[in-house]
Nanobody, 115 residues
């Protein structure tokens, strides 16, 4: 059974940091591209960051210089370190794993940036 379980969300003040983690199971994690998406109320879903099986990284312009994505193939985990958070980063963050046309989604974790 495929599972992607996100953790680490919460409420943080502007300028603060959070680290999201995603624990994956039930599929061959090491060959999958792992992604973090986010969706704020009333907004379209946005691809935040991607890390390939070989470690190549892409990030949305809106988070470059502030967010870092990493993966641990031994532990089947992917993380998103978020620094210098802004109110506009408020959203539900989703971890996904994709290969070809196959994509698995987690349930999401809420991140709220507010004073």
């Amino acid at each position: 059974q495929v599972q992607l379980v996100e953790s680490g969300g919460g409420l943080v003040q502007p300028g603060g940091s959070l680290r999201l983690s995603c624990a994956a199971s039930g599929f061959m994690f090491r060959i999958y591209v792992m992604n973090w998406y986010r969706q704020a109320p009333g907004n379209e879903r946005e691809l935040v960051a991607t890390i390939t099986s070989g470690g190549r990284i892409n990030k949305a312009d809106s988070v470059k210089g502030r967010f870092a994505i990493s993966r641990d193939n031994a532990k089947n985990t992917v993380s998103l370190q978020m620094d210098s958070l802004k109110p506009e980063d408020t959203a539900v963050y989703y971890c996904t794993g994709s290969v070809g046309t196959n994509q698995y989604w987690g349930q999401g974790t809420q991140v709220t940036v507010s004073s």
